[in-house]
């Protein structure tokens, strides 16, 4: 009879289990760089003597030294300084103009999904029409409406860019809409209202919060488009996207931090407005929270 | 007296046609038949969960003229459904749940259907789907309805729980003299538990 021994497999780093990683790990550094930036971008402006336009030709296109930890620009204007302001402003357009979408979208998709029928028809057909229009040009027709200024670039951009936000809401709620739990609900005497604050609108915040996220950096990447086209901030004003068009020039003559400051700035804050919302969206996911034992 | 008069009802086509079926107060009526006989659209109907093509259902003599939100009679019927995991938001705990329909009795119900303390701070994630049907049972207790529709709650269960479940009820029913449409595969668990068994047939082919 043959000896029939058992020797456990190797494990391969492929098959061996990792233990999952503490949610902490996206939390700290996500939390400590949105808390520095907002640091910065609130303290900083208290010091009237640090000017971001003022210029000083003698010191243009200068690498980044200890006087200039970014550098200077091709008029002697401190990268630094104008990261800054360029933040400040780039973060409220994309912030604000992605939490007026994101409100604007999910009040369209959840009445269209919890109504449905004609009502839900109208209003989608409706929102196919405004999609079928490229939305760079309809935000230029906005703001040559309303006049170039900051309000008018983070309305065209809310008025813009809603639908994606009511899509995936109402095909969300559309889905919620058919489970038990919302029969159940409404056999147990709850209003259509009581339904869609109770149950529709808590189930697809983890849905909005994740296009509100992505929203964000489209938003900058858009307020660069109408600056870029002279109808958003004056090319003066700092913001991300007028410093990374103005830098494009630059890089043809080795000017690399010009672009590299402002870009990396926009990439960093950004993950760690989706690192942020991430833990949050894990948060809201009842199977995750149990989970998390933080 | 809940009644549906020649129902016929369905989603894209009728999945039943010309159906008449009543429960009585204190009575129960099993309905079986085989998958896809309409049982859980009739029940749906019944429920006044979805709107039929034709007929009409009558609660204790009153005619019902519309269905789901625009049902007034709805809490007047209680529902639980096949699939427990489902019919609870996921988000909330079995406290939540059970109060949902706005009464303040929570303790008294989980007690009614053996529920702990403990238990009733869980998600639905976080028990099993016995314990889940019964946090159901006490929300579709919670109104104390007229009428207890059942569709196929036991297929999730086992034989003690489904047990259990049948006992509460059943003393519900002495209780309230309300009327149960209990829907079910198993025939052995309807001839113990139902007065009378209505079998739906297999519906034709298209």
Same mark, same amino acid.
């Given at each position: ?15 061996? @289990?990792?233990?999952? &990683? ?8 996500? @939390?400590?760089? !949105? ?15 640090? #000017? ?7 010191? %243009? ?16 204007? /401190?990268?630094?300084? &104008?990261?800054?302001? @360029?933040? &400040? ?30 009502? /839900? ?9 405004? %999609? ?112 990374? #068009? /103005?830098?494009?020039?630059?890089? !043809? ?7 590299? %400051? ?9 993950? @760690? ?8 969206? /894990?948060?809201? #996911?009842?199977? &995750? ?6 | ?5 020649? $129902? ?7 999945? $039943?046609?010309?159906?008449? +079926? ?65 019919? =609870?938001?996921?988000?909330?705990? +079995? ?10 009795? =929570? ?19 976080? =028990? *099993? ?11 579709? +207790? ?6 207890? $529709? ?9 034989? *003690? ?21 209990? $829907? *079910? ?12 068994? =209505?079998?739906?047939?297999?519906? +034709?082919?298209?």
């Amino acid at each position: 009879m043959a000896d029939l021994t058992w020797r456990s497999a190797p494990r391969s780093r492929l098959t061996a @289990a990792s233990p999952p &990683r503490s949610p902490k790990w996206r939390l700290l550094p996500s @939390a400590i760089v !949105l808390g520095v930036v907002a640091l910065v971008v609130l303290v900083v402006p208290l010091f009237a003597e640090l #000017n971001e336009q003022y210029v000083d030709l003698a010191i %243009a296109n200068q690498p980044p030294s200890t006087a200039h930890l970014f550098g200077t620009d091709e008029l002697g204007r /401190d990268v630094l300084l &104008r990261c800054v302001y @360029a933040l &400040r402003v780039s973060l409220t357009v994309g912030v604000v103009a992605a939490v007026i979408s994101a409100v604007a979208g999910t009040a369209v998709g959840a009445l269209a999904g919890s109504i449905g029928g004609w009502f /839900d028809r109208i209003l989608m057909r409706v929102v196919d029409a405004i %999609a079928s229009v490229p939305h760079l040009l309809l935000g230029i027709v906005i703001v040559a409406i309303l006049r170039p200024s900051l309000s008018a670039v983070i309305i065209s951009i809310a008025l813009t860019h809603w639908l994606t936000a009511a899509r995936i809401v109402r095909s969300e709620v559309l889905s919620l809409r058919t489970r038990p739990f919302i029969d159940a609900a409404i056999a147990g005497g709850a209003s259509r209202t009581q339904v869609l604050t109770r149950h529709l609108l808590p189930n697809v915040a983890p849905q909005v919060l994740l296009a509100t996220t992505l929203m964000v950096p489209h938003a900058v990447w858009h307020e660069t488009a109408l600056s870029f086209l002279g109808l958003g901030l004056p090319p003066h004003a700092a913001s991300i996207g007028n410093m990374i #068009n /103005d830098a494009q020039r630059s890089l !043809l003559i080795g000017g690399w931090w010009m672009s590299l %400051a402002p870009g990396l700035l926009l990439i960093i804050t950004t993950l @760690a407005v989706s690192g942020l919302s991430g833990v949050w969206r /894990d948060r809201l #996911n009842p199977k &995750r929270r149990t989970e998390l034992t933080w | 007296m809940l009644t549906g008069l020649g $129902i016929t009802a369905g989603y894209q086509a009728p999945v $039943i046609t010309d159906v008449s +079926l009543t429960v009585h107060p204190g009575q129960t009526v099993g309905l079986a038949g085989p998958s896809g006989s309409g049982k859980s659209t009739l029940a749906r109907v019944l429920a006044l969960l979805h709107k039929p093509f034709a007929g009409t259902v009558e609660i204790d003599g009153e005619t019902v003229t519309g269905f789901r939100f625009r049902a007034a009679q709805r809490t007047r019927i209680g529902v639980l459904f096949q699939q427990p995991r489902l019919s =609870v938001d996921p988000r909330f705990t +079995l406290r939540q749940a059970i109060a949902e329909p706005g009464g303040d009795r =929570v303790g008294e119900l989980a007690d009614l259907v053996m529920l702990t303390d403990d238990l009733l701070g869980r998600r639905p994630h976080e =028990v *099993s789907d016995g314990q889940l049907q019964r946090a159901c049972l006490a929300r579709a +207790l919670a109104l104390n309805p007229r009428y207890l $529709i059942c569709d196929e709650m036991t297929t999730m269960l086992d034989a *003690s729980t489904t047990a259990a479940l049948v006992g509460v009820i059943r003393a519900y029913q002495r209780e309230s003299g309300a009327g149960v449409l209990a $829907i *079910s595969h198993d025939t052995t668990l309807l001839t113990r538990w139902a007065d009378e068994t =209505v079998r739906l047939s297999a519906p +034709l082919p298209r």
